[in-house]
């Protein structure tokens, strides 16, 4: 890779305000081109297009993929074609799924094999899903038996394991040397990989034995032999670990790179912290999205039937809660036709209720998520959470029922809606807590739709709750 | 930093789970002995907490930080009262914010500073915002006035510029002495920093020429000078610099560490891989937190009162557009007195508004956040939202209105229902795109709140629009 040729963040956004900028303009002379074709209008283009292919080559692969995110469709077409085709397959690594899948919906498949040519197995790996069948398996019989093995092997791991994170660039070495032979050894490389802190001590057949921390390299007398120097006892992962669990491990360590073995101990390929940080990007990106009711990540923009498929499901299942919702006004509907003042207070019994819930309910996830929290732990936390919601529902609900009572007068209506809220508020306080440690105790992704689900049982509970009341004590 | 002593993250909680049981084992003997004191009873208290201290010190510092938050308050200050003194500092820095109030409020002043007494400037500066006035002023009495000025300087960062991030463990050379020279040198330390993947090269003025990549010196001929070899144009922060453009800078690049210089060019400190991904992984937990209307991070075990606090300012926020979605629904009282299913159906027209306007909303503040979305986009944005409103409220209304007759039979009512799901889907879709994008234009945060505000506009403007048109159709 390139050495990094800017200064500082702010520069880089001249240099992509000028790159966007170029586009337009291109764009504006293809589109009016189409009128009147005359010679100078040509030139010009040839111009805009010869500046513009070149300012696109000295940016840095990442640089690219942010500037096609933030064009529109034809405009990011007109300059993905002017990427030199060697670059294509960096660019396409670092784009986000959704622009990518358009990108080599626009690419033959000769292009796509171009592109393909300059990426390692790990890489290939992470586009491969993306593109057509048959150009896979032409990829296939192009590369060497070594990388054809490691590209099925990559491919056979799941997104959430650490098989599909890690990469084979290790560089490998035995115990038995010197240090200074390690360091003849290194000066034969021209350049060596990414994110290489620490040399992988391996035996004849393969099995694992150390790691040299460059460091140590550095800061250790020649004459040391490596199994002097090497710690014998890394942290290390097998590819079927929990990427979850590896990310963690990373932090909590402070890592740059890590050995990952089979289930035999033999050194099987690497993780490096610029795979987990982009894990855990976009793991969290994911739980946004989902909290907010996207499927995925939108290409921001794509057609509009894309956009209506990733929003489809939540709003479906946010429909049928509603609806139960609805059915239970509707058992009370007599009792609202008696007093109508209830049909303007529910939906403040509801609201607070599933933000209370959400509140319980987000601690609790986040809880499991870090380990802090146990099934054990559930009587305790269930006793906090009554008492927050206690507190928080004696005190709005009295608020509230005193602004009940200003405008409609009524002051058993006051003492129903209060004795709601507060009912409902220890409604949501058990569902928090239940729901999550629940799932986990029955081996459930405890986070997965948790807002939805409490969000729904608060709202039916809560009309259920305040209607009910009032149909007993008031009519 | 001690080397990693375990294999795998499973053995690791093995480990930890031992130590959770021995201090719950302890925790019960301390409570037993007030009742009977039997010399038995002592000794295997005694011999608990020796393997206790014995585990506790053989654990890395963030697996202990892990350890604490996980237990509930009394045995939480059993454990940390077994930690050495010396590492207290150390797993201060590991420990979330509310955990880390809590220990230091158990611990006096003398043994805050024996804590502080092995930690560097930036790792100072951290800690100080929760430590006593007093004991800081005593702090800063301790140092040296190299590190007193580092501490001074750290200090007087906002959390979100690259100078709170930045630590000032990094090793300069010049750039006229040759590499073999660089590498005795650097032989001379006992060990180097963590995370030390280039030399930063330095005039007589201290100002920054360029960088010396570890992996350029490791396969570099000894004989070339420093000035041949480095990269004179490296990626480079200022101390004042946005936090949020450093880590994009730090993921696009894949770097492990980089140079902070001040406004002259002087090196000042520099920003490491494992302070930016400890800064996303806060960015995105404090994103997820306020989602769900939780202000800051809990303590999961803190007292009810703590917690009531945390939640308080969103429940009142929530509240009050609650009561305004109410009042709407107050002035249309008449209107559902004559057609009591208008009180049933009106929480769905709100709910889908809601949900198809959050959608919106965060996908164009995730845009504006990544870059991709610029002030100039909004019209070709608002004509998609407006589109996927379209598609969707047609699709959903119709579906809902079909529901709606078969329970109610009565078609104007249908279409009313349907009419207003079109319509507030639509006022969802703008309000979606025109909020963040004019949010950014006057300079604000585009992030801050915006599910609370669409919510409560798609609440009320749900309710006003079916109740209005039903009063206008209907009646």
């Given at each position: 890779m390139p050495e990094m040729q800017r200064k500082s963040p702010e520069s880089l956004q001249d240099r992509l305000d000028q790159v966007l900028a170029l586009v337009r303009q291109l764009h504006a002379a293809e589109s009016a081109e189409q009128e009147d074709v005359d010679q100078?209008?040509?030139?010009?283009?040839?111009?805009?297009?010869?500046?513009?292919?070149?300012?696109l080559d000295e940016l840095h692969p990442a640089d690219v993929a942010v500037?096609?995110?933030?064009?529109?469709?034809?405009?990011?077409?007109?300059?993905?074609?002017?990427?030199?085709?060697?670059?294509?397959?960096?660019?396409?690594l670092e784009v986000s799924d959704a622009v990518r899948e358009m990108l080599i919906a626009d690419m033959d498949s000769h292009e796509i094999l171009a592109a393909a040519n300059n990426l390692?197995?790990?890489?290939?790996?992470?586009?491969?899903?993306?593109?057509?069948?048959?150009?896979?398996?032409?990829?296939?019989?192009?590369?060497?038996?070594?990388?054809?093995?490691?590209?099925?092997?990559?491919?056979?791991?799941?997104?959430?394991?650490?098989g599909a994170l890690m990469d084979f660039d290790m560089i490998t070495i035995r115990d038995?040397?010197?240090?200074?032979?390690?360091?003849?050894?290194?000066?034969?490389?021209?350049?060596?990989?990414?994110?290489?802190?620490?040399?992988?001590?391996?035996?004849?057949?393969?099995?694992?034995?150390?790691?040299?921390?460059?460091?140590?390299?550095?800061?250790?007398?020649?004459?040391?032999?490596?199994?002097?120097v090497m710690s014998d006892d890394p942290v290390l992962f097998r590819a079927s670990d929990d990427a979850d669990e590896a990310t963690q491990a990373f932090e909590r360590y402070d890592l740059i790179s890590a050995p990952v073995v089979?289930?035999?101990?033999?050194?099987?390929?690497?993780?490096?912290i610029d795979a987990v940080v982009d894990y855990i990007r976009e793991q969290s990106e994911a739980e946004v999205l989902s909290a907010a009711g996207l499927r995925e990540e939108e290409d921001i923009f794509s057609s509009v039937w894309k956009s209506v498929r990733n929003r489809w499901a939540w709003l479906a299942i946010n429909l049928c809660t509603a609806l139960v919702a609805s059915r239970v006004i509707g058992l009370f509907e007599g009792s609202?036709?008696?007093?109508?003042?209830?049909?303007?207070?529910?939906?403040?019994?509801?609201?607070?209720?599933?933000?209370?819930?959400?509140?319980?309910?987000?601690?609790?996830?986040?809880?499991?998520?870090?380990?802090q929290v146990q099934v054990a732990h559930g009587k305790r936390l269930l006793k906090k959470e009554i008492g927050v919601a206690l507190v928080n529902g004696l005190f709005w609900g009295f608020v509230l029922s005193l602004i009940a009572y200003l405008l409609y007068g009524n002051a058993p209506l006051s003492i129903v809606l209060m004795s709601a809220m507060?009912?409902?508020?220890?409604?949501?306080?058990?569902?928090?807590?239940?729901?999550?440690?629940?799932?986990?105790?029955?081996?459930?992704?405890?986070?997965?739709?948790?807002?939805?689900?409490?969000?729904?049982?608060?709202?039916?509970?809560?009309?259920?709750?305040?209607?009910?009341?009032?149909?007993?004590?008031?009519?």
């Open positions: 100078v209008a040509d030139v010009l283009r040839e111009e805009v297009s010869r500046e513009l292919q070149q300012r500037i096609l995110e933030s064009m529109p469709l034809e405009e990011r077409l007109l300059a993905w074609q002017l990427v030199r085709s060697e670059r294509d397959g960096d660019i396409l390692d197995a790990d890489e290939l790996a992470d586009l491969a899903p993306d593109l057509p069948r048959d150009v896979v398996r032409e990829l296939m019989d192009t590369l060497d038996v070594n990388e054809r093995e490691r590209l099925k092997s990559a491919l056979s791991f799941a997104e959430d394991e650490v038995d040397v010197t240090l200074e032979v390690v360091s003849r050894y290194l000066r034969r490389f021209d350049s060596l990989p990414d994110h290489n802190d620490k040399l992988f001590v391996i035996d004849a057949d393969g099995v694992l034995k150390g790691v040299l921390p460059i460091r140590k390299l550095l800061v250790s007398s020649p004459e040391m032999t490596v199994a002097e089979d289930d035999d101990g033999r050194l099987f390929g690497r993780l490096t609202i036709e008696q007093l109508v003042a209830l049909a303007a207070l529910m939906p403040i019994v509801a609201g607070i209720g599933g933000n209370s819930g959400n509140q319980t309910i987000t601690m609790i996830v986040r809880g499991i998520a870090t380990g507060v009912l409902n508020m220890l409604l949501a306080a058990m569902m928090g807590v239940c729901i999550p440690l629940l799932r986990v105790r029955f081996g459930r992704d405890p986070a997965l739709g948790s807002s939805v689900m409490i969000t729904s049982i608060t709202d039916s509970g809560g009309f259920f709750i305040f209607l009910g009341l009032a149909t007993i004590f008031l009519l």
